[in-house]
């Protein structure tokens, strides 16, 4: 797409087309198809002196524009074409007369800049040392300064995962006393078993202004955890990953690596918007860690603190407690209905 990305994660209209072979793209198969099925508007800086908004929303500061708007500022030569009205037909590259329409020619087709040869490369190297198919993120600038070269940036990859959309979770039966968190909002689907080490961060000692020493305690016991081959579940407030350390803990997905199930739970006087970082999202789905909401003060979900507190931990410090339970914990999504149940080590509810 041209402009910034947000157009596709949005799910807007971009171009298609398969790296092996750049040539053959079903969208500009025929001009009706390409006027209708191609790009019409982009995503692109606001740059107005005096609009600039301070925020750490990535939507803010941003317009959305017709793609005309390009056009006068002399960017489509190496992604538009002209739709010739006289003679139907659409023509590589920039012409005075005529629609433009943004369909990558110069790149596709006359390999400008080789970028199906760089992704069908990249694609294939991924899915060798991943062992899995795969799917990436890259950005390109090529309008740079002059006397560089036109630039390539790879910026994310990630493991393409299989539906699990067959696996029926029944929920119905679910005693309360056995669980220590019930969500109504929920990321994923199935079963996780196996999990014996729960991490929490007290409410009663939290403090957002101490959120990214929190961030650092949970980066050392996550390394611990990597080291070990071992997952856990982690339960805290206000947002993980939050870049805003107000909203929540600032962890890099790195430093929560090893957890599979991830709870975001809101307290009495702290109650957030759950993350809604794209890329949080996708890191979710792609290493399949199960995702819950819960804001048991204004009762929605529930949270048995009680029950954690009053087990043994083996390791505490001024914010955050783990446990390592003699039987593992099971965990059950129910991604149909977005609800989701974490029970205690021991029991054992109907499947």
Known sequence: ALGLGKLIVDGGVSLRFSPKYPKKTLQLSSPEMALK????????????????????????NILK???REAEKDGVLKYVASTYDFHNNVIRDGIHESGKKIITFSNILNHNIFP???????LLEMGQKEMNNPIEI???????PPPGTPKIFSFLQIRPIVESEQA??????????KETIIISDSVLGNGILKGLSDLVYVKPETFNPAKNES?????????????????NYVLIGPG?????????????????????????????????????????FFQNLTSFRVGYFTINP????????LKFLNSAKACYEDEFIRHIRFKKPLTVKIDGKKKRGVIIKPGSNPSE
Do not use: M
């Not at 929190?214 to 071992?230: D, M, Q, V, Y």
């Open 37 to 60: 099925e191609t790009q019409k508007q982009f995503y692109a800086l606001d740059l107005t002196p005096g609009s600039f908004v301070p925020s750490t929303d990535d939507c803010v």
């Open 239 to 279: 947002r993980w990953g939050s870049t805003d350390p107000w909203l929540g803990i600032p962890t890099k997905w790195a430093q929560i690596s090893q957890a599979r199930v991830i709870v975001e739970s809101g307290l009495e006087n702290y109650r957030i918007d759950p993350s809604q970082g794209t890329h």
């Open 65 to 67: 524009l017709n793609v």
């Open 214 to 230: 929190i961030a650092f305690a949970i980066e050392k016991i996550n390394t611990k955890f990597r080291n070990e081959g071992r």
């Open 167 to 176: 696996a029926i979770i029944k929920l119905d039966d679910i005693n309360k």
């Open 115 to 121: 970028l199906a040869e760089i992704l069908q490369s």
């Open 297 to 304: 003060f204004i009762n929605d979900g529930y949270y048995d």
């Open 137 to 143: 993120e890259f950005a390109v600038n090529l309008d």
